[in-house]
């Protein structure tokens, strides 16, 4: 079994910084891409940035110069640098790994519960 778990949201207020993480854990067999979105209330879940095991970064638009993603792969771990926050960043931000998972024929996608991230302006 494995898991996904996000921490590190939070309330700030615009042009702040925030940084949440997230870390995968259990019978993991490997991992090749990490991902973050996020959606806010009442819209769709929306992408907005990825990185690969070999650490190539592609990001949405919308956060282009303003967020940067990062991993270790020693940790299972991705982060989420995002600076310059906007009021219409708050939403709920989602990490999604995809892993195989020992025990399992292949890779598939898991995702964690969310975290909540508030910019006031």
């Known amino acids: 079994q494995v898991q996904v778990v996000e921490s590190g949201g939070g309330l700030v207020q615009a042009g702040g910084s925030l940084s949440p993480s997230c870390v995968a854990s259990?019978?993991?067999?490997?991992?090749?891409?990490m991902e973050w979105y996020r959606q806010a209330p009442g819209k769709q879940r929306d992408f907005i940035t990825a990185i690969t095991r070999g650490l190539n970064t592609n990001y949405a638009d919308s956060v282009k110069g303003r967020f940067t993603i990062s991993r270790d792969n020693a940790k299972n771990t991705v982060y989420l640098q995002m600076n310059s926050l906007k009021p219409e960043d708050t939403a709920v931000y989602y990490c999604?790994?995809?892993?195989?998972?020992?025990?399992?024929?292949?890779?598939?996608?898991?995702w964690g519960q969310g975290t909540q991230v508030t910019v006031s302006s």
């Open positions: 259990g019978r993991i067999k490997s991992i090749n891409d």
């Open positions: 999604k790994t995809r892993m195989w998972a020992r025990g399992t024929d292949g890779f598939r996608d898991y």
